[in-house]
């Protein structure tokens, strides 16, 4: 609590004393007129499904990406025991199979939804498989992502013909 006080400190000082103020803040005594309001919009990532309920997201230059299994797919497998990851370095086509997943329901093949190179794999999945079950699209360090890839023009033509998430969820009977 100390660091997070001195930092606001420097930053604005009448931060830190409303924060020292005994009555509560609520929206009749906080004042955010005196406060600069600001707001970070991240640049998202452009993401697609395949028919076999794999997920990617390319960053907006097309030139990487991340692959994983869906929501849908982690629902309907069930609790996933074993997590087999692609090889770093693998050049492989639209469809390919990359990895495979086991649950305790069944297993399944992991394909590649587009033409790429393999240039990373999420190794806690190894450790911790049911991470796919608590999080399946996250793609942050901590997620259920399955590879980090490298894409090429014919990877971004294969990205084209994939379905938007409003797609996948007719496909999949979803609802929001």
């Excluded at 931060?15 to 005196?34: D, E, G, K, V």
């Excluded at 796919?132 to 997620?143: K, Y």
């Amino acid at each position: 609590m100390a660091s997070i006080a001195r930092c606001l400190r420097a930053a604005r000082p009448s931060t830190l004393s409303r924060l020292a103020q005994t009555t509560p803040l609520t929206r009749s005594n906080w004042q955010p007129a005196s406060l600069r309001a600001f707001s970070a919009s991240p640049i998202r990532d452009i993401r697609k499904y395949t028919k076999d309920h794999e997920w990617i997201d390319l960053n907006t230059n097309k030139k990487e990406g991340v692959i994983g299994i869906s929501e849908y797919a982690a629902e309907e497998l069930g609790d996933v025991v074993y997590v087999e990851l692609p090889e770093e370095g693998k050049e492989v086509s639209a469809g390919d199979a990359i990895g495979a997943v086991e649950s305790v329901k069944s297993a399944a093949d992991i394909n590649s939804p587009i033409a790429c190179k393999i240039t990373s794999i999420n190794l806690t999945l190894e450790e911790k498989p049911g991470t796919i079950n608590q999080v399946p699209e996250d793609d942050s360090a901590g997620g259920g992502w399955i590879a980090k890839v490298s894409v090429d023009e014919q990877g971004i033509k294969d990205f084209e013909t994939l379905m938007d998430l409003e797609e996948y969820k007719a496909f999949t009977g979803a609802s929001e």
